[in-house]
């Protein structure tokens, strides 16, 4: 974990008030993590289109939800949106951006050719049958390309995720990737309105609210 | 391409100070910009020779995106393999949609109708003007202005709707297909295509004064990166860069396919084949095609919008058969070579980047790096489509 929970006294049990405001302090630097990630500019191919530049342009606005500081440096980055293609002379790179950047690090996999190589995937010699044969995936995102409200609805995923994620009891804790598709049948309208709700309650911070999740 | 020769610190020092005493002596080194970088629109790789900051020479190095398109054509029957060519230069997909359906229709003597022909020039088009605007926008972010990004993604998004509407995706569009287009066009299409282009042409007022007008975009683009005619015709290169060099060839005019024979428009061309002239070209290529649009847009005429059934494998008759169009980045063009079958025995795929790209390795050298950013940036390359 970070610095602040590794320099505090009383990680041990014991002490009654102690273990609260432990847990209590990992769920306030999970929330401030999953509402600040920090993506890395990588695009490979069509997916970088709508992932990375509609996403961040002025209709759909990334940084609604805080991720919109793209950074050019995998050492600055903290998560890797693998958007496009990943064929096997890219692989290698691809793997060394993943391992220059720091702990925590995060990555979601867009579209068919990153999450199984998609058209790709047959009668083909160069192609890699999804990312995640090279670099752990925490979320997917199914599309292709996906359009930018699923782009979203997959940050929303990431950001749950690293909430319920590693804290002080459970240490190291391996987060299961999962697979952010739109529920089928859902329109347009209603994934605005939904996004709309919930940044609207996501303008209060709720520290009751999200230390009860974090110690859960 | 030497590798870098690893000296030592004294060494280094006494190079530093020269070993006259005083009289600085420098040497060249390579830098690699790539596969990773914000500037370099996707995976592609420059090995770059450089005396301080001065380009004195540039590899582009390919393959970091190669999905092998037209091996898994040979698999694929016509019909099946337009959806791979949308993933190739991904900005103007159903252009190249367009071209291998021309290719197959012509191979095999399927007569299409005027209202396929209108449908297609319209939404062709209306793509270009899209992949233009997101041109202008990135071109401005490559140049270190971020508004033009959102003000060129604000308008693109209008015409994403539109084609969203009629086609059902937004990029990879999968739409023109042998023997017609997918869908028919929405009812709503060609009021909102009307209301996009009353409400376009102001914008696009704004964005020259944005930053065609802007004192310092035209001191970093006046005289950058100059491309003669003669090298830009002998390297192949295409589009709005051949045309910037001025060489006015524009396959909707020289040998017009669709409805274009009909529509009035002109050609815009550059004189010196500069970066100023690339991106002037461009700007003025929207305008043209607006002018196409609006011409087009009242007249679709009646007709079935697929004349041949959508389940049958077309077969294409023996031997080679090549077809190009003009994309919003330059020619391009499909060859099928066929024995008989409904799938083709080799596919290849003549794209406009590939040639585009190489005019970088002539114009570059010496120029400052920031200023090969412009240069690279002015050809508006898509990198997947370079590497196929």
């Given at each position: 974990m970070g610095l602040i929970t590794e320099k505090l006294p009383g990680i041990i049990e014991p002490v009654p008030g102690g273990s609260v405001l432990l847990s209590s302090m990992d769920a306030v630097i999970n929330w401030a993590?999953?509402?600040?990630?920090?993506?890395?500019?990588?695009?490979?191919?069509?997916?970088?289109?709508?992932?990375?530049?509609?996403?961040?342009?002025?209709?759909?606005?990334?940084?609604?939800?805080?991720?919109e500081v793209t950074r050019p440096s995998p050492r600055q980055a903290d998560l890797l949106v693998i958007a496009g293609t990943i064929v096997r002379k890219m692989a290698p790179r691809?793997?060394?951006?993943?391992?220059?950047?720091?702990?925590?690090?995060?990555?979601?996999?867009?579209?068919?050719?990153?999450?199984?190589?998609?058209?790709?995937i047959y009668n083909n010699y160069s192609t890699v049958r999804g990312a995640d044969e090279i670099i752990p995936v925490d979320v997917y995102v199914p599309g292709c390309p996906p359009r930018p409200e699923g782009f979203f609805y997959g940050i929303l995923q990431l950001q749950r995720l690293i909430r319920e994620g590693e804290s002080i009891r459970r240490p190291g804790e391996r987060r299961k990737p999962v697979l952010a598709a739109?529920?089928?049948?859902?329109?347009?309208?209603?994934?605005?309105?939904?996004?709309r709700e919930l940044l609207e309650s996501k303008a209060q911070v709720k520290l009751g609210a999200s230390a009860t999740a974090g110690r859960g | 391409m030497s590798a870098i020769t690893v000296t030592s610190l004294d060494e280094r020092i006494r190079r530093s100070i020269g070993a006259d005493g005083g009289a600085s002596t420098t040497q060249e080194y390579f830098v690699n910009m790539g596969p990773q970088h914000p500037s370099t629109h996707g995976v592609l790789r420059l090995v770059l020779k450089l005396d301080g900051e001065n380009v004195r020479e540039v590899i582009p190095v390919l393959g970091y995106?190669?999905?092998?398109?037209?091996?898994?054509?040979?698999?694929?029957?016509?019909?099946?393999?337009?959806?791979?060519?949308?993933?190739?230069d991904y900005l103007s997909a159903l252009a190249n949609n367009w071209a291998v359906a021309k290719a197959v229709e012509k191979a095999a003597n399927i007569e299409t109708n005027e209202r396929i022909e209108t449908i297609r020039t319209i939404v062709a088009e209306l793509q270009r003007i899209a992949s233009h605007q997101l041109w202008w926008g990135v071109f401005g972010m490559d140049l270190g202005a971020f508004t033009p990004f959102l003000y060129g993604f604000r308008d693109r998004e209008k015409i994403s709707d539109i084609l969203e509407e009629t086609i059902g995706a937004r990029l990879t569009m999968n739409y023109i297909q042998p023997g017609g287009v997918m869908f028919d066009i929405h009812p709503d299409f060609q009021r909102k295509v009307k209301e996009f282009l009353t409400y376009f042409r102001p914008k696009l007022e704004e964005y020259e004064t944005l930053l065609t007008q802007n004192v310092i975009v035209q001191e970093r683009m006046r005289g950058v990166g100059v491309l003669t005619a003669e090298k830009a015709v002998s390297m192949g290169a295409t589009g709005p860069v051949l045309r910037a060099s001025g060489v006015a060839h524009d396959l909707r005019r020289s040998e017009p396919y669709g409805v274009y024979a009909k529509a009035a428009f002109d050609v815009p061309v550059g004189r010196n084949g500069d970066c100023w002239d690339r991106y002037w070209v461009r700007i003025e290529e929207i305008r043209q095609s607006m002018r196409i649009i609006e011409q087009l847009i009242d007249n679709i005429p009646e007709g079935k919008h697929l004349v041949v059934k959508p389940a049958v494998r077309t077969k294409v008759p023996e031997g080679i058969h090549y077809s190009q169009v003009e994309t919003a980045r330059g020619i391009f063009g499909v060859m099928l070579v066929s024995d008989g079958k409904d799938v083709p025995y080799r596919i290849h795929v003549r794209t406009p980047n590939f040639n585009n790209l190489w005019t970088v390795t002539e114009t570059a050298p010496g120029w400052r790096v920031a200023d090969l950013v412009t240069i690279i940036s002015s050809l508006d390359?898509?990198?997947p489509d370079i590497d196929r």
């Open positions: 993590r999953s509402n600040s990630l920090w993506p890395l500019t990588f695009g490979t191919s069509c997916c970088a289109i709508e992932v990375m530049m509609a996403s961040g342009a002025a209709r759909h606005d990334l940084a609604r939800f805080g991720a691809l793997k060394l951006l993943y391992e220059q950047m720091a702990e925590p690090r995060y990555v979601i996999a867009t579209g068919s050719c990153a999450i199984s190589g998609g058209p790709f739109l529920p089928a049948g859902i329109t347009l309208d209603q994934i605005q309105a939904e996004l | 995106i190669h999905r092998g398109v037209e091996k898994m054509g040979e698999h694929l029957s016509y019909r099946q393999f337009v959806h791979l060519t949308d993933r190739l390359i898509v990198v």
